[in-house]
């Protein structure tokens, strides 16, 4: 699977979530790994830090743990992303 | 105004780039230390080079112009070789020892507190309290400032028996070292939370709120989606706020501070040791908690009277027995104080011989 | 003075120990925000009448590419405060050992009145150099005024937690293994675990020289690196003789309190039947001039320890009684460590930490994954009661 096709689906699997479920990155590997059994760890860590390296996603906090969400608007402002 | 390019993952600087020469020469080379006096030491290497140290108190919360007073001070006398301790206290590593009075002399006449090294009172280890953090149900720097005005005289001149380490936590999260101290303040509750139903409902994972309660206190309210509490199990620990912030556990008439004595960190004679609860409960009283810093004050004085030479407070207590540190120091012994929760089993008494 | 009455702070401002109050009072004077320290001080004033906190739940901030470092914290009161409608707290890596220069402290003081409240903690209470105060459009000039200097962020969240030790080999003669270099190879080692939240819950790292434990490694860490020593404790018995001739009443103090009864002394001579020594630095603490520990030094190696929420605070446990620290990058010890953490990270349940994720699967299963053997060492004593697990490997031996 290409990078951007990971990104894709990774993207899409936290869109479904937002608001049922606090992802970890855990979660995100595992969910990938269950679906495209070529997939590895690494390379959705890749696909993954490389998205939170430029504010597609990132980590949140609250209720006491870390979790990785979709930036909200006015982060995204913030950092002169939008 | 452009800012410089940023980088990640650099960690930290190295530490070598901090260290005088002295030291660096000497590393893991020393043989021996002497301590002076309460705030001066000198330690010396194999090779007979010598490092002597000041150290003096900080509050630890610190303005950026004390720190620069305090570099300033290092660099007239020591290079600008400056360290802290995991105490929170400020050290002054002096290469040349020529130097050491006249910087203990300047220091105290800028009103610092030059102690802190030997069988006394080091700086208190303690948290944020009202000035930084959302759980605080005290404020931990306000009741440090207190108790040590009281003690002060153990961090500069007086001895005990042995260290006495002092802690303050502003809540049971303890973001320090409180259950391992010999005596230390601990902020609690005492009411059940109040269930901001429509905000739970909005904010917070039910499931994660239900899972977060240690006592199994927590059951779901699926017609209004939130949750309730069942009072006679709930103790108050405040766990299901830090994972929701809609269920509030501050209750400013009844939170207050309970101390707790006899912990131990050192392995030394006696394993480390978690400190046991002496007063379950003082309000607070700010800005001084007068009855706070009596209290201690009264187990201090109790132990500096009857414990042996070298005794931690905690192998003091054990020698004598709990019944006889109750009767020595007049506090009361309460329900509070019959453990009820995980480590019941470990704490009753289980034989027939006791003192009275 | 200043924009709020503060009757029962300016009580603070008396009395001989250092006051905070004082602080917060000089901050005004240069940071480029003064309103914040200003604020600060009306809000606590109100604490201290109300007996109340004025913050929010840390909220979601930080810097690009990082989950850890900025803890989020916005006033209850921005209307009437605000100065620190946000008062976000960023925790800079402290050097190991909290070793620094007058250049390297002032640089960093010039950047946080800059772009902060000129508040700090020297230093909190994980290790890091906690900056106390600032606002999120600010968060992203002081990442790039630090980092390109060399000052990165520590670790918060579900993350490695910023690792710490005492002053180890730098300024301690009873250090038995390097404190400083361990924690700072174990920091640089974790990078990416410390700044991006990938674990279940917080792990911590603390490293002290020896059974003192300056850093108080074993009660809040994960991971408890303790220095020690096996071999003979070194006896100068010319020293004996002048700590004896000085006043200390050796019989009492020292041999009548070792835990082990291994102590004997004939008339100024000390002897210690080292075989029975458990190693736990009262003799060699009280007469540091006379005793040193043994010569071949390692690590004991505890883990789980933790502050009480939520079923109760724990100190660390022994798992590997004895470790060499002496080999390049400490690459026993960072194996070690990476297997604990593997084991921990795939088996705990979100905000478990390891002395809690022990506790529901027992040591074993963390003894097989690091390939370590059971050893009397690790235990106070034996179980008492009569039901335990077999597994099939066991009727093999
Ligand atoms: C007179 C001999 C001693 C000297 C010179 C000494 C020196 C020090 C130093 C330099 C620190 C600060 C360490 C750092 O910042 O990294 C410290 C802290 C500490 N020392 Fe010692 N130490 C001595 C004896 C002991 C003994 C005998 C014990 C154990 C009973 C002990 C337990 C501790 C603890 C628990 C801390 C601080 C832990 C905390 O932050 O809560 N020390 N000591
Ligand atoms: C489950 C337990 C804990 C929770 C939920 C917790 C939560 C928090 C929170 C919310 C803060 C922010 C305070 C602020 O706004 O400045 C904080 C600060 C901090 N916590 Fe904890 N904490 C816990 C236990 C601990 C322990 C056991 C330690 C250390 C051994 C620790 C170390 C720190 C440090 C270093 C800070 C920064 C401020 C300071 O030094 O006081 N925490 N913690
Ligand atoms: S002890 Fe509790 S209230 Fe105090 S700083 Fe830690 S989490 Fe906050
Ligand atoms: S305060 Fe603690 S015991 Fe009470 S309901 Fe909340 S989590 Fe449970
Ligand atoms: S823990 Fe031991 S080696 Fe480290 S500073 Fe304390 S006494 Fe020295
Ligand atoms: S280190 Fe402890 S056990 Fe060993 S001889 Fe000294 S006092 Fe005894």
Redesign the interface.
Known sequence: MEEKEIQDEIFAYLEKMKGKKKLKEKDIYKKMMADHAELDKNTVKTALRAMINVGKVMYSYGGGASSVEIPSEEYLKEKGLI | MSLPERQTDVGPPHFEKFLPPVIKENYGKWKSHEVLTPGTMVHTAESGDQIHTVRIASPRILATETIREMCDLAEKYCGGFIRFTTRNNVEFLVSDKAQMDPLVAELKEKGYMVGGIGPGISNVIHTQGWVHCHGACTDASGIVKAMMDEFHEYFTTKTLPNKVRLAVACCVNMCGAVHVSDIAVVAVHRKVPAIDDENVGKMCEIPTVIGSCPTSAIRPNPKDKTVTINEEKCMYCGNCFTVCPPINIHNPEHDGVAIVVGGKIGSLRTSPKFSKLAIPFLHNEPPRWPKVVDAIKNILDVYAANARKHERVGEWIERIGWEDFFKLTGIEFTFQHIDDFTFMRDTLRTSAAFKY | MGKYKTP??D??E????????T?????M???AMPEM?ED?LGQ?EK????????????G?V???????GVI??YSSLPEEFPGIAH?H?YR???????????????EI?DI??KYGS??????G??GDLVL??TT??NL??L???Y??????LGG????MRTP?C??G?????W?NI?A?GIC?HM??HF??EL????F??KFKIKVSGC??????A???ADLSIIGTWKGDIRIDQAEVKKYADGGMDIQS?IVG???TECMTLDGTTLSINNEQCSR???CI??M??AL?PGEEKGATILVGSK???????L?SWVLVPFIKCDDEDFALLTELTENIIEWW?DNAK??ERLGELIEVKGMRPLLEAIGVDPQPQQVREPRKDPFFFWSESDFDK
């Not at chain 3, 008396?14 to 109050?21: E, I, L, N, R, T």
């Open positions: 029962m702070l009580e603070l008396k009395g001989p120990w250092p006051s905070f109050v602080e917060i009072r000089k901050a004077n240069t940071s320290a600060e606590l604490s201290y009448v109300t007996k109340k906190g004025y913050w929010k739940h840390g979601i930080g810097v690009l590419g990082y989950g850890s989020g914290r008062f707290t800079i890596n402290q050097p190991s050992g909290f070793f620094y220069t007058s250049a390297a402290l002032k003081c946080w009145d000129s508040l700090t903690n020297m230093h209470s994980t106390l105060g999120t459009a992203e000039p990442f790039a005024e980092s390109s200097r060399g000052w990165d918060s969240g579900s993350a710490s005492c002053v080999m730098a300024r301690c003669e250090a390097d400083m700072n920091t640089q990078q990416d700044h991006r939240p990938a279940p819950y059974a003192c434990d300056c850093v108080a074993i009660a809040r103090e309190m070792c835990p736990c630095m009262h603490s009280k540091t001039m040193r502050a009480p929420i939520v079923v109760g605070s100190i990270d979100p905000r």
